[in-house]
């Protein structure tokens, strides 16, 4: 969100609000005079972080602030680190596992890594040219399956 203040006073009062009282989205717009779609944005990120209520008493609003808007990476820097997708297949298969489950897991790990969105297009770009490599080989083999 570049050229926009933003206020950490009012993403930790979204922040207690939802996951301290558990209030609605609705609810905690209207308290914090934020728009809805402010609010899930500021949970969705909070979420993706690993964030929750309440927030450990050493975090600054700079380090809350690093944490839900990462710097976006700039020309010529090092490309984001990609998942291990064959992992991600196999981790599908599992009753309850979502891609979106997974992205969590990976953005944790990776608070620099690809957004939700940007992965699963890259999921689905490696799992068209596996599928592809598949059906072009002259024999199919064991791990195509």
Request: one cysteine or more; charged letters at 30%.
């Amino acid at each position: 969100m570049p050229g926009r203040h933003i206020d950490m006073k009012k993403i930790r009062e979204v922040l207690r609000l939802r996951y301290g009282q558990g209030s609605s989205v609705h609810d905690i717009a209207s308290a914090c005079t934020l728009s809805t779609s402010t609010v899930h944005e500021y949970l969705y990120r909070s979420e993706a972080a690993g964030l929750r209520w309440p927030l450990p008493e050493e975090a600054t609003d700079e380090d809350l602030e690093r944490t839900l808007f990462p710097p976006r990476r700039r020309k010529g820097e090092p490309e984001r680190p990609l998942p291990d997708f064959a992992r991600f297949r196999s981790e599908l298969s599992r009753k309850g596992v979502t891609l979106k489950l997974l992205w969590q897991e990976y953005a944790r790990e990776n608070p620099d890594g690809y957004g939700y969105s940007r992965l699963a297009d890259l999921y689905k770009e490696w799992e068209r040219s596996r599928t592809l490599a598949c059906f072009n080989a002259t024999t199919v083999e064991k791990s195509c399956s």
